[in-house]
Nanobody, 122 residues
Framework: QVQLVESGGGLVQPGGSLRLSCVAS????????MGWYRQAPGKQRDLVAT???????NYADSVKGRFTISRDNAKNTVYLQMNSLKPEDTAVYYC????????????????WGQGTQVTVSS
């Protein structure tokens, strides 16, 4: 059993900041890439940012310079620091992890969290 649990979402005014966290737990052998995606109402789920196991990062153009992704490998945790938030950042934010299960029959696959709501509004 593998679980990803996000936290840190909420309501914030435009220009404000939030920090999201996502902890992966369970039968994990190793974690490769981790990432954050978001889905606004009526829209598809889009990439926000990803980070490799050696901390190389990639960002969507819409969040470059405002959001920072990081991870703590010892804690199996990925973070998303979001600054200068805009109303268009409003969405459900999901984390994912590309990882190897302890059970070799399950191998390597991508797991998703349940999502956390971020609302940017005055």
């Amino acid at each position: 059993q593998v679980q990803l649990v996000e936290s840190g979402g909420g309501l914030v005014q435009p220009g404000g900041s939030l920090r999201l966290s996502c902890v992966a737990s369970g039968s994990i052998l190793s974690i490769n890439n981790m990432g954050w995606y978001r889905q606004a109402p009526g829209k598809q789920r889009d990439l926000v940012a990803t980070v490799t196991s050696d901390s190389n990062t990639n960002y969507a153009d819409s969040v470059k310079g405002r959001f920072t992704i990081s991870r703590d490998n010892a804690k199996n945790t990925v973070y998303l620091q979001m600054n200068s938030l805009k109303p268009e950042d409003t969405a459900v934010y999901y984390c994912n992890a590309d990882l190897r299960h302890i059970n070799p029959l399950l191998g390597r696959r991508t797991y998703w969290g349940q999502g956390t709501q971020v609302t940017v509004s005055s």
